[in-house]
C-alpha cells in the first residue's frame, strides 16, 4: 500500500493518542513538584488597595503568596502584542500595560492579582481563597459599541475613549462613488459573536529553575514553542535564551488559543525562581474560560453596491472589534491584516474599503481563534452575496458566478494577490452533490410535514501561511514567518525531521512523514517527526494560520533538496556512475538502466563511515533549510447547507452539508477530510450554538458547559466533503491549508438556509432555538 503523497495513511500517533499513552505537560511531575493557583479578580474592574496576604501564608504547606509589585520589582516585563498596527492618522496604537500579576488595577473577571505557590493542588486552591485583595471597585463595561460611547469608564490611561487603534484600509472615496451611482445597494449591520476555543486539553505549565545552572525549564501547551522562549526571553526579561528550554508535548487541541504567552506561564517561570520548587499549574474548564483567549466579536455595517447586471460596484464596511481588557499576542493583526484583507473574497471587486476600531473592554482578552480574522470577513461577505440575492431577485449562485474572479493572478484592492483558483470548479461541484436541483420538491415534501426548508451557500476565500517576512514585517509584524526543518539520515538510513511546527491535533507525524518516505523510497516506519523542544529543533515559528502544510512542509522539502543531492553524489562515487543517472527508488539508490545499486541505508552508513567518500565531502548527512515562501497560499471552496425548521419551536436540524474544497495537493485525504469535519462542526458551533456573554458589569454569564453550549454529536450532520483543487504556485507540493477552511466557509452558510427556510433576514448568530422562533414569529 503506497503511503505517498495522496495515500490515507492512518495517523501514526494515534497509536499513543487512543491507548492513553500520550504525554502532556500536566503528566509531567518534577521531583520536588509545588502548585500555583492564582488569585484571580471577581470584579470587571477595580483598584487594587492592598493585598493582605497573611491567612494563607500561615496554612501548613503553603509556600508563598507573591504578588505583581514583587513581579515588576524583579524585572519581569510587561506582556505585549507582536503586531504593530498604524492609525489611520498615522498615531500608534494604544498598547496599555499588561502585567503576568496586576499591579494597580484589574481589569476582567479572572485578572489575576497574586499567585499562590504550595505543596499541592488541593492546597494552593483553598489558600487562593484565603487571600484578602482590598478593591475598590469601578464601573465596567463589556461591550464594545458602549466602551466607544462617551462617558464610558476608562480601561487603560494612555487609551483615551478605550480606542486602541482606528485603521483604514481600500480607497474610501472611490468606493463611496461606486455606491452612489450603484443600481442596487444592499446594507447590513453584521454581529459576529464572541467565541470561547474549548481546546480539549486545558492549558498547563510547569517551570522549573535550576539554580546551579541558572536555567529553566518550561513544559507548556504551546503551539509554538520557540515563539514562547523569544517573548520570554526578550520582552519579558524571565531568562536569556540560552538559558531557558522550552518544552510543548503532545498538546490537546489549541485552535489558535494556544499560541499566546498567558501570564500562567511567565508567572510560574518566575515563581519557580523565587521558590526553588518546580511549579505546576493546570486550567481547570472554569479557569479556562476566564482566561483563555477568546475570539471573534466583531460588530460591523457594511454597504455592498451592485450594477444592474448584479456585478459588484463598492463595498464599504466599518468594524468595531472587541479587544477585550488587554492587547494578546496578535490580537492587533486579527481585525486588520487577517480580515480586512480578506473582504474582497471570491469576486473582483475594484472597489473596498473597510475602517476598524479596535477597542477595550472588561473582558477576556480577545486573540486568534480557528481562523482569525477570515471568519469574520466571510461571514460579513457571504451574508451580504445571499441578501443582495434575495433582494434583487437573483439566484444566489447566480450572482456569486456573476462576480467571480477567473483570471489569475488577481490583484484584490486590499493588498491580497490570488495567486490560483476555479471558483466555477467549487460551486459546481458543491452544487451537484448537495442535489440543489432537487431542493425544490424537498422543500414541497418537509412543507406537507409541517417544516419550513432552507438551502444557504458560502463560497469562501481565506489566506493561510501568511508570508513573505520582509511583508509581514512592513505591515508591523513583530516575527517572520517562515519555517525552519533539518533532515536527519541516521547512520542505518532511518530518518529524523526535526521541524518548526507543531501538531496538536493535525497528525504531522504522519503527513510529514509521508512525503519524505515517499521521497527517499522506505518505509513510513523508518521515519520520525521531532517538534515541540527548543533544545531538539533548532528554531521554529510553530503551527498556526494553517501554514504547516504549506510553510513547515516546504522547509521539509528544501532540506530533503539538500540530502538527496549529497546522496546522488555519494552514490554516483561509490557507483561509478554520473550523478544525473542515479534515481532512488525501491529503498535502493540505483544508476538507471543498470543493476548497480546500493541499498539506502547503505548510502546512510557511507556518509557516516567515511571511507569511500568523494574528495572534500563532509562526513554525515543531514541538512536544514529555512523556507520563506513568496505569497499566502489562497484556500477556497463552496459549501451548501440546508436544513429544516420546525416552526412551532424554532429548532433547526442541519439535514444536509456539502463542501467541495481547493487545498491544492493534498497529502493525506483522510486527515485533510477530518480537518474539515472539524472544522465545519466549529462552524455550525458557532453558527448555532456558541456565544460567550457578559452582562452589562463584565461578568461572564456563560462560564461553563452549561451555559455555553459546545456542538455534541446529536448537533453535527454527516458531511459530504469533495476537492476541486487548483496547484498553488507559491510552494514546492503545490498545497494550500486546510486546517481553518471548514470553521471559516460554514457559519454563513448555515444562517442564509436557516434565513431562506423562515423567511426572515434578522437572525443573528447563535441561531438557537429561541431565536430562530423569534426572527420567524417577527416576519409573521
Ligand atoms: N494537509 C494535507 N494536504 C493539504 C493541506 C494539509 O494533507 N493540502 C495536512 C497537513 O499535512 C497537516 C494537516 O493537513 O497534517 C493540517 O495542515 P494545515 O492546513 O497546514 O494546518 P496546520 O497543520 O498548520 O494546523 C493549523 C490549523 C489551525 S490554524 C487551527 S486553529 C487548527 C487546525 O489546524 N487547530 C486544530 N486544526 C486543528 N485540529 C486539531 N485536531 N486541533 C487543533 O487545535
Known amino acids: 500500500m503506497s503511503t505517498g503523497i495522496g495515500a490515507r495513511v492512518k495517523r501514526k500517533e494515534d497509536k499513543r493518542f487512543i491507548t492513553g499513552k500520550g504525554k502532556y505537560t500536566d503528566d509531567v511531575r518534577s521531583e520536588n513538584q509545588a502548585y500555583a493557583a492564582f488569585v484571580r479578580s471577581p470584579h470587571a474592574h477595580a483598584k487594587i488597595k492592598g493585598i493582605d496576604k497573611s491567612a494563607a501564608l500561615a496554612m501548613e504547606g503553603v509556600i508563598d503568596v507573591l504578588d505583581g509589585h514583587q513581579l515588576t520589582g524583579d524585572g519581569i516585563g510587561n506582556i505585549i502584542c507582536g503586531w504593530a498596527i498604524t492609525s489611520k492618522d498615522g498615531s500608534a496604537m494604544n498598547m496599555g500595560a499588561w502585567s503576568a500579576l496586576a499591579t494597580e488595577k484589574v481589569r476582567y473577571v479572572g485578572d489575576a492579582a497574586a499567585v499562590v505557590i504550595a505543596e499541592t493542588q488541593a492546597l494552593a486552591r483553598i489558600a487562593a481563597e484565603a487571600v484578602e485583595v482590598d478593591y475598590e471597585v469601578l464601573p465596567a463595561v463589556s461591550n464594545a459599541k458602549k466602551a466607544l460611547a462617551d462617558g464610558a469608564p476608562e480601561i487603560h490611561d494612555n487609551a483615551p475613549g478605550n480606542l486602541i487603534y482606528d485603521w483604514e484600509i481600500g480607497e474610501e472615496a472611490a468606493t463611496d462613488a461606486a455606491l452612489s451611482e450603484a443600481a442596487h445597494v444592499t446594507e447590513m449591520e453584521i454581529t459576529n459573536n464572541r467565541l470561547s476555543p474549548n481546546p480539549m486539553e486545558p492549558r498547563s505549565a510547569v517551570a522549573t529553575y535550576d539554580a546551579a545552572e541558572e536555567h529553566y525549564t518550561l513544559y507548556t501547551t504551546s503551539q509554538n514553542p520557540h515563539v514562547a522562549r523569544l517573548v520570554l526571553s526578550a520582552f519579558y526579561q524571565v531568562a536569556p535564551e540560552h538559558k531557558l528550554r522550552v518544552i510543548a508535548p503532545d498538546v490537546g487541541g489549541g485552535f489558535g488559543s494556544k499560541i499566546y504567552i498567558y501570564p500562567e506561564e511567565i508567572t510560574c517561570l518566575w515563581a519557580s525562581m523565587k521558590t526553588n520548587r518546580s511549579v505546576k499549574w493546570t486550567s481547570d474548564r472554569s479557569e479556562a474560560f476566564i482566561t483563555d483567549a477568546h475570539g471573534r466579536d466583531h460588530i460591523s455595517t457594511a454597504k455592498m453596491g ?32 487577517l480580515y480586512a484583507t480578506l473582504l474582497s473574497g471570491q469576486y473582483d471587486i475594484q472597489n473596498i474599503h473597510c475602517n476598524v476600531r479596535a477597542v477595550y473592554t472588561n473582558t477576556v482578552p480577545v486573540d486568534a481563534y480557528r481562523g482569525a480574522g477570515r471568519p469574520e470577513a466571510c461571514y460579513l461577505i457571504e451574508r451580504m452575496m445571499e441578501t443582495a440575492a434575495r433582494e434583487m431577485g437573483k439566484d444566489p449562485s447566480e450572482l456569486r458566478r456573476a462576480n467571480f474572479v477567473r483570471e489569475f493572478p488577481h490583484q484584490t484592492p486590499v493588498i491580497m494577490a490570488y495567486d490560483a483558483g476555479d471558483f466555477d470548479a467549487n460551486l459546481d461541484q458543491a452544487r451537484e452533490a448537495a442535489d440543489v436541483a432537487g431542493f425544490p420538491a424537498r422543500k414541497e415534501e418537509a412543507a406537507k410535514r409541517g417544516k419550513l426548508r432552507g438551502l444557504g451557500y458560502s463560497s469562501y476565500i ?38 518548526g511546527s507543531h501538531s496538536h491535533g493535525q497528525g504531522h507525524e504522519t503527513t510529514f512523514a509521508q512525503i519524505v518516505a515517499e521521497r527517499f523510497s522506505i518505509p513510513i516506519e523508518n521515519v520520525s517527526i521531532v517538534h515541540g523542544d527548543t533544545d531538539k529543533v533548532q528554531f521554529g515559528m510553530g503551527t498556526y494560520g494553517s501554514r504547516s502544510g504549506a510553510v513547515g512542509m516546504s522547509a521539509i522539502v528544501k532540506a530533503m533538496d539538500k540530502v538527496e543531492a549529497k546522496v546522488r553524489k555519494i552514490a554516483a562515487h561509490v557507483l561509478e556512475a554520473s550523478e544525473d543517472d542515479i534515481v532512488i527508488e ?59 425548521v420546525d416552526p412551532e419551536t424554532g429548532v433547526t436540524e442541519i439535514v444536509r452539508f456539502t463542501a467541495s474544497d481547493d487545498f491544492g495537493t493534498i497529502i493525506n485525504p483522510m486527515i485533510v ?81 436557516i434565513t431562506d427556510a423562515i423567511g426572515s433576514n434578522t437572525l443573528a448568530m447563535p441561531a438557537t432555538p429561541h431565536a430562530v422562533w423569534s426572527a420567524l414569529q417577527a416576519a409573521q
Not at 451592485?306 to 481585525?335: C, E, H, Q, W
Not at 525552519?484 to 539520515?489: C, L, T
Not at 454527516?718 to 510552494?731: E, G, K, L, R
Request: charged share 15%; hydrophobic share 40%.
Open 306 to 337: 451592485f450594477d444592474a447586471d448584479g456585478r459588484i460596484t463598492g463595498f464599504k464596511v466599518d468594524t468595531i472589534a472587541n479587544f477585550g481588557a488587554y492587547m494578546s499576542l496578535f490580537s492587533s493583526a486579527v481585525p486588520t491584516y
Open 462 to 499: 481565506e489566506a493561510c501561511g501568511i508570508a513573505p517576512s520582509a511583508a509581514v514585517g512592513s505591515l508591523g509584524a513583530g516575527v517572520g514567518l517562515w519555517e525552519s526543518a533539518e533532515v536527519r539520515v541516521n547512520p542505518v538510513g532511518t530518518i529524523e525531521i526535526l521541524t
Open 673 to 753: 477530510e477530518g480537518q474539515v469535519h472539524g472544522g465545519i462542526a466549529q462552524g455550525i458551533g458557532q453558527a448555532m450554538l456558541e456565544q460567550v456573554v457578559y452582562d452589562d458589569d463584565g461578568q461572564l454569564i456563560t462560564g461553563s458547559y452549561m451555559d455555553y453550549t459546545m456542538p455534541r454529536a446529536a448537533d453535527l450532520p454527516f458531511y459530504d466533503v469533495h476537492h476541486a483543487s487548483t496547484i498553488c504556485p507559491n510552494n514546492p507540493l503545490g498545497m494550500k491549508g486546510c486546517g481553518e477552511a471548514g470553521a471559516i466557509g460554514s457559519p454563513p452558510a448555515v444562517i442564509n438556509a
Open 586 to 644: 525501491g529503498g535502493e539508490v540505483k544508476v538507471k538502466g543498470t543493476d548497480k545499486a546500493m541499498g539506502w541505508h547503505e548510502v546512510g552508513l557511507s556518509a557516516y563511515t567515511a571511507h569511500n567518500l568523494p574528495p572534500d565531502m563532509e562526513p554525515g548527512l543531514k541538512e536544514s533549510a529555512f523556507y520563506d515562501p513568496a505569497n499566502f497560499t489562497f484556500p477556497a471552496g463552496a459549501y451548501i447547507c440546508e436544513v429544516e
